[in-house]
């Protein structure tokens, strides 16, 4: 919009409301021109502008609206939502139209499932090499481990082992299977899939069965003992979901049920399994005792309130007061079994009884004790917040 024609609007506007300040607007703002006859005000623009701004703001708020719940459609993707349809309304001025939008195929389902079912063998591509020195670098292993696969990654912490990552787990199996006791940079290493501590086993359906049973504890288990080599050992009694081998001396060997790990675990304890004599056992979870920790805390709740109704805070305290003058003082009203005076104005005295503590506090508060005229109550304890440091 041409600059003069706005003064012009800004000008007409002002002279309806404060004609000094038009005037002065217009001499600064140099209007030389007036609006034609009949044009449409600063006002009249405005409601115009809102209007037809409004109409386009609840358009776009409905588009977005729309990208919003089909992408929420895509991520909480289930078999009855893949079949499903999200029906949006968009407004616009020749009407409301309807668009019908499909939530997403079920090929994006099926491959969240896969991706799903093979998280846990995505996560075994990094290997823990055993037995290397603290100068080894990857140039020492190249040549050896890349006819695997592709490697990723590399760590020497130099405190004798080193982790050597591959981008497939079939490439990772490979390494181990060829590369397991032979040498490298002039020493013999020992090799072996890596897993997070939080992976006690089978994910999902698997870590539950686990619970009830399913899983073994293998003990004098060599380290260079492969996982398949388990697996076979032990498939005889039934159907091996997962075994796994830290190279320990033990290892642990998952069926999918509980009563082939128990007939596993009768038919080979005390016997030689992958030329070694092991002791098998069922594999008990750990389980955190949340109702053992409850009522610990519960304890020291309760011992807390207990101290707190037998000790007193008394302020405005003489610093040369002594404990056996104020233990003296309070006395008269029961069994004193401390006096502390940390010489900062206040002091803590404790009684053998809550009674106790109630009666010197309804005799002594505001009355002078040791010289000077104190005020008592029942001491309160600071609580401690963790991470934060004392409240």
Same mark, same amino acid.
């Given at each position: 919009?041409?600059?003069?024609?706005?003064?012009?609007?800004?000008?007409?506007?002002?002279?309806?409301?404060?004609?000094?300040?038009?005037?002065? !607007? #217009?001499?600064? /703002? #140099?209007?030389?021109?007036?609006?034609?006859?009949?044009?449409?005000?600063?006002?009249?623009?405005?409601?115009?502008?809102?209007?037809?701004?409004?109409?386009?703001?609840?358009?776009?708020?409905?588009?977005?609206?729309?990208?919003?719940?089909?992408?929420?459609?895509? %991520?909480?993707?289930?078999?009855?939502?893949?079949?499903?349809?999200?029906?949006?309304?968009?407004?616009?001025?020749?009407?409301?139209?309807?668009?019908?939008?499909?939530?997403?195929?079920? +090929?994006?389902?099926?491959?969240?499932?896969?991706?799903?079912?093979?998280?846990?063998?995505?996560?075994? *591509?990094?290997?823990? &090499?055993?037995?290397?020195?603290?100068?080894?670098?990857?140039?020492?292993?190249?040549?050896?481990?890349? %006819?695997?696969?592709?490697? *990723?990654?590399?760590?020497?912490?130099?405190?004798?082992?080193? !982790?050597? *990552?591959?981008?497939?787990?079939?490439?990772?199996?490979?390494?181990?299977?060829?590369?397991?006791?032979?040498? &490298?940079?002039?020493?013999?290493?020992?090799?072996? &899939?890596?897993?997070?501590?939080?992976?006690?086993?089978?994910?999902?359906?698997? /870590?539950?069965?686990?619970?009830?049973?399913?899983?073994?504890?293998?003990?004098?288990?060599?380290?260079?003992?492969?996982?398949?080599?388990?697996?076979?050992?032990?498939?005889? !009694?039934?159907?091996?979901?997962?075994?796994?081998?830290?190279?320990?001396?033990?290892?642990?060997?998952?069926?999918?049920?509980?009563?082939?790990?128990?007939?596993?675990?009768?038919?080979?304890?005390?016997?030689?399994?992958?030329?070694?004599?092991?002791?098998?056992?069922?594999?008990?979870?750990?389980?955190?005792?949340?109702?053992?920790?409850?009522?610990?805390?519960?304890?020291?709740?309760?011992?807390?309130?207990?101290?707190?109704?037998?000790?007193?805070?008394?302020?405005?305290?003489?610093?040369?007061?002594?404990?056996?003058?104020?233990?003296?003082?309070?006395?008269?009203?029961?069994?004193?079994?401390?006096?502390? +005076?940390?010489?900062?104005?206040?002091?803590?005295?404790?009684?053998?009884?809550?009674?106790?503590? %109630?009666?010197?506090?309804?005799?002594?508060?505001?009355?002078?004790?040791?010289?000077?005229?104190?005020?008592?109550?029942?001491?309160?304890?600071?609580?401690? %917040?963790?991470?934060?440091?004392?409240?």
């Amino acid at each position: 919009m041409d600059t003069q024609l706005v003064n012009c609007l800004v000008y007409d506007y002002m002279a309806t409301v404060d004609t000094k300040l038009a005037e002065k !607007f #217009k001499k600064e /703002a #140099k209007v030389t021109q007036q609006l034609p006859p009949g044009s449409p005000g600063i006002v009249d623009i405005f409601k115009h502008f809102k209007e037809t701004s409004t109409k386009e703001m609840k358009r776009k708020h409905a588009i977005a609206e729309e990208e919003s719940s089909t992408k929420k459609a895509k %991520q909480n993707l289930s078999p009855d939502s893949s079949k499903a349809s999200v029906k949006i309304v968009e407004d616009s001025e020749c009407g409301t139209e309807e668009v019908e939008v499909k939530a997403a195929t079920e +090929n994006v389902y099926k491959a969240n499932l896969e991706s799903q079912g093979n998280s846990v063998l995505a996560e075994r *591509t990094k290997i823990f &090499i055993r037995n290397v020195s603290k100068e080894v670098v990857y140039e020492d292993f190249q040549t050896k481990v890349e %006819q695997f696969g592709k490697v *990723t990654d590399f760590v020497n912490p130099g405190r004798g082992f080193c !982790f050597l *990552t591959f981008s497939s787990a079939e490439a990772a199996n490979a390494c181990i299977d060829a590369l397991n006791n032979s040498e &490298i940079a002039g020493k013999t290493v020992q090799m072996n &899939i890596t897993r997070k501590k939080s992976e006690a086993g089978p994910t999902g359906k698997d /870590a539950s069965e686990n619970v009830d049973g399913c899983k073994l504890f293998v003990h004098g288990v060599k380290q260079e003992t492969g996982n398949d080599e388990l697996k076979e050992a032990f498939a005889k !009694f039934g159907k091996v979901i997962d075994a796994f081998n830290p190279g320990k001396g033990f290892a642990f060997v998952t069926f999918s049920s509980p009563e082939e790990a128990t007939a596993g675990a009768e038919a080979l304890n005390g016997k030689e399994v992958c030329g070694n004599c092991v002791s098998v056992n069922v594999s008990k979870p750990k389980v955190k005792l949340v109702a053992d920790s409850k009522s610990k805390a519960e304890k020291k709740s309760k011992k807390r309130e207990v101290l707190e109704s037998f000790r007193l805070f008394v302020n405005n305290v003489s610093e040369e007061t002594t404990q056996d003058d104020l233990k003296s003082a309070f006395a008269a009203h029961g069994t004193v079994t401390d006096a502390y +005076n940390p010489g900062k104005g206040f002091a803590f005295v404790n009684f053998a009884s809550a009674d106790e503590a %109630q009666a010197a506090i309804d005799a002594l508060n505001g009355k002078e004790v040791c010289g000077k005229e104190i005020e008592c109550n029942l001491a309160k304890f600071k609580k401690v %917040q963790k991470g934060r440091g004392k409240s």
